[in-house]
């Protein structure tokens, strides 16, 4: 390959990334508000030396165990209750989890957050964040307590620390100081600080504009004492479940009336499932203390009158294939609430013109059985989306003509013939599609050849071997769902199709039932409009 | 001071043109540091996340990295254009950016590249050519693919190719030389229409 073919591929392949201008003048501001805080680095390690070599002097006379205990000593003095459990200091609140406690501000929310990130002080639970969206990173400090199982907690698992005892705990503490040139707000620098606990199999890590901050919420880490228990996380269960798992921990649970005056989140559900706990989940309370479970079998929050009195309409929208439905709710000119819902437990909610976009974990059944009600701020006004869960039956916008071609294809697949290749396949040849891109061609005398169909995937979605349309469309054992013209993937946007394709009819054939989105597939017959000729069956897969 | 301004028309095609700095002693005022680096940004940001993107990144991560990189360069602005080539100095600290980089996921969130309710493009051709000629790179060396990128995307010459990564000129060409063979060897450039590969 010479250099010009070299250059021109690069050319090609560099025309496809959809890049911004950049704005100097913004790297500029941001680089300016970072350089003070640069030189004054030097100025603060020197008085950070002059603090230690006082310490150590004024220390020097004691034992050096004693001296070792003080340096591991938490920077937040938790004060003991009389009954002997705890209190936490002024001020604060005790969040736990796997038995480990931390005290916050009691003004942090918890699990204020989007797609993984913190958009007030808050503690945030879970640290499986999937089909995430890039969010600018706000000036707030967060607790993040997670399993070591959880992916957010595999970078703190590997990275190496300083092992230590903590209130007679094992850790390895990391500390990091981090810059992000993404920032929209005035402080860009952001302290970390995390502690590993493997006996416990948990991580907890903190992240503030503030060092003090970083250091006294984990320096507060204690056992949680026999006399108290942590809320746990019941979010979509049903009630009786959570009513006995509380009791097993030694606690009494209520209803809550519904979930109107619930205020603690962008995205907000009811459902007859639990959906928010009162104190909220990982909260410390003496055991004997009531937890209040909210839930709402049928009321819907006062939103859903406000849409109706504003006329907007609730649309479908998203792949018409998975049991996963799409919302979106038009807010106004040009403004609009997009919900998407995930096959990854998520769901997401972005609106248009405003930056707002939440994952709020939900359970499968949530997502496979129920109506969804989902409610999103824009603008200071709460919108209110409802997902049901897509009908099974055949999709009444499909033409007849077009319902027993499908059939007539499918029946062919099943059974590769000449005589049933003659139904569907009435043209001379049907040329064969990977996603967006021809591969190939089978030729009528070679229609009944199952073999002649199969295409290879070559990294296709990331998978490899051969499949073909007859094979996938067979595997449905004839429960399928039809669609016509474009159509998204599982969970994504609209699959592009190859450029000789596009002026012809798309009927898109696509598992009626698929248990998670890696088991979806669609095989789309391209038919041309006025002699209804197959002329191309395409194929396209969800990535594993 | 004249650098080449790349702009990616709709329709794909590049175009290409001059943007010329203000010329003038090396120590001049802070508005005309900001000017200078305001130019440069425009001139040759986007060009910056593409080479980062063919060296495989994915655009988002590009684009921040690029931002530190040229952050970075802000900050000893006066050196940058010191230097004999700017680009060359630019890509070297972009490199040393992207070293680093890749020890900063450390935040749960994952950046995507495309947001879900984005419009489907159809782009086939396009797409498939970009996506084979990414995945070929990618099966390169990494120090190959960089120094494919530099001299072929880039355009900087052997020897700026070579400063940017801090190597020996022979190295540069004889890793040219042995990149292109790979890529001439790649299944994935195999499959392309022959068309797409100007003769």
Known sequence: MNESQVRELLRLAASDVATTPLDGETLIASSTRLAPRRRAVPVLLAAAVVVALGAAALTLGKVSSDVHRQSARPTTTVRTSPDSGLLPPPGTRFVAISGLAFAVPSKWATNAGRCGTAMTDTVMFGGDVRDCLQLPMPDVSALHLTRMSDSAAQEWVRRPGVRQRLNGISVKRVATRLNHALCTTGRCDLFTGALVVPERRVVMWVSSPRQTTVDEVLGSMQPVPAQYATVPNLTGQPAAKATDALRSLGLRAVSLPSCAGWADSVVRMCSDRVMRTDPSQGSVVHLGSTVGLGSSPSRFSPTTQLLSQRRLKLTVSGSSSCPYRAGSVDTGPGNRIVVHMSPAGHVVCTADLVPTSTVVPLPESVHMRSKVSLTAMVSGTAYTAVLRPRDTGPDPGVPGRYRRLVHAFYEFARAPSSAAAEVPLTGSSVQLARGPVIVGAVMRRDYADPKAWEVSLRWFRGLTGKTSALQLLASSRGRYHISVGPHATCVGPVAPVARNLRGLRRIAVQPAHVGSCIDWWSVDLFIDPRSHHVLAVSLDLWEP | ?199
């Open chain 2, 1 to 199: 001071m004249q650098l080449l301004s790349d702009h990616v028309r709709r329709d794909g095609t590049f175009q290409r043109s001059f943007v010329v700095l203000p010329a003038g002693p090396r120590k001049r005022g802070r508005v005309d540091k900001d000017a200078d680096f305001t130019a440069y940004v425009a001139a040759r940001g986007e060009a910056l996340v593409r080479s980062t993107v063919l060296m495989g990144w994915s655009l988002p991560e590009a684009e921040d990295q690029v931002q530190t990189a040229l952050m970075r360069c802000y900050g000893a602005w006066e050196k940058v254009t010191a230097a004999d080539d700017i680009d060359a100095y630019v890509y070297r600290v972009l490199l040393n950016s992207l070293a680093t980089g890749r020890r900063r996921k450390w935040w749960g969130e994952r950046a995507t590249e495309y947001l879900p309710e984005r419009p489907g493009r159809d782009e086939a051709d396009v797409v498939a050519v970009a996506t084979a000629v990414r995945s070929a790179l990618k099966r390169l060396p990494h120090q190959s693919r960089a120094v494919l990128v530099l001299r072929y995307f880039a355009d900087l010459s052997e020897q700026h190719t070579a400063e940017a990564l801090g190597l020996p000129v022979g190295t540069v060409k004889s890793r040219l030389s042995r990149a292109r063979a790979e890529l001439a060897a790649d299944p994935h450039l195999a499959d392309l229409p022959r068309n797409r590969i100007r003769p």
